[in-house]
């Protein structure tokens, strides 16, 4: 008898919210300030990042999910770096997914301790050493990616030689470089690294996103900015789109 199906990884990637406060009443006001923002994210699958909330027992998931129905968002998954947080999740039917450490912080701390003054040259070139023996090679793609199609360059970074389509994804855990039209969506920092950046050479992106925190473009983009090369990049957690000038 033929198979009416076949089992296969894959990797969904979703789009977070990052909870700052337990509070429904200031999460529902701040959502209705940006409801006309969310556009053609709506329905779109989200996971909950609750790494800023201390204590599973605080906070009435249930009242939380249905807040954000309320306004099209669906919320998939919770995460956390407190594997104590998977047993609300499963109360609630939903993904649970692991917060590891930040690369950025512990590379920050790691560079502030291996270039001390107290520490001596040895260990400087230990520490090079290590952090270039993690690194993967760039991925690097010589074509368009179109409509549909979604690369995602797990911990590196990512250059596209060619177009990016409307409706096309591309997804890096570090920096992202791309020569061609950006036309799609592009999500740098995807393991949650806020300093990577988004450098586009003919910016016209529907998405952008920089550790989770993204901005959606229904509108053109300033004269500046628009078709125009630009980068992307996170400054005291908000997303700034600056033009690059050529020197």
């Not at 450098?199 to 983009?221: H, T, W």
Request: glycine share 4%.
């Amino acid at each position: 008898m033929k198979a009416a199906f076949n089992v296969k990884s894959a990797r969904l990637d979703t789009l977070s919210v990052q909870l700052l406060t337990d509070d429904l009443t200031l999460i529902n006001y701040e959502l209705k300030q940006r409801a006309d923002r969310f556009g053609n994210l709506r329905n779109m699958p989200f996971t909950l990042d609750l790494q800023n909330l201390t204590s599973p027992a605080r906070i009435d998931l249930g009242k939380l999910f249905a807040l954000f129905a309320q306004y099209h968002l669906r919320v998939i998954a919770i995460r956390h770096s407190d594997a104590s947080w998977a047993s609300l999740a499963k109360q609630h039917n939903i993904a649970f997914s692991i917060l590891p450490e930040e690369q950025a912080n512990s590379r920050v701390k790691a560079v502030a301790e291996a270039f001390s003054p107290q520490t001596a040259d040895a260990n400087k070139e230990k520490f090079i050493s290590s952090v270039s023996a993690n690194a993967l090679p760039t991925l690097v793609i010589d074509r368009t990616i179109r409509t549909g199609q979604q690369v995602y360059a797990e911990k590196s970074d990512l250059i596209v030689l060619g177009l990016v389509s409307e409706g096309a994804e591309i997804i890096a855990d570090g920096n992202i470089h791309i020569y061609g039209p950006l036309r799609g969506r592009a999500l740098a920092g995807a393991d949650g690294n806020k300093d990577t950046r988004i450098f586009a050479q003919c910016m016209q992106a529907e998405l952008v996103s920089v550790a989770g925190i993204y901005r959606i473009f229904d509108q053109q983009l300033p004269a500046h900015l628009d078709r125009r090369p630009a980068q992307i990049f996170l400054q005291n957690d908000r997303l700034v789109l600056s033009a690059i000038h050529a020197h």
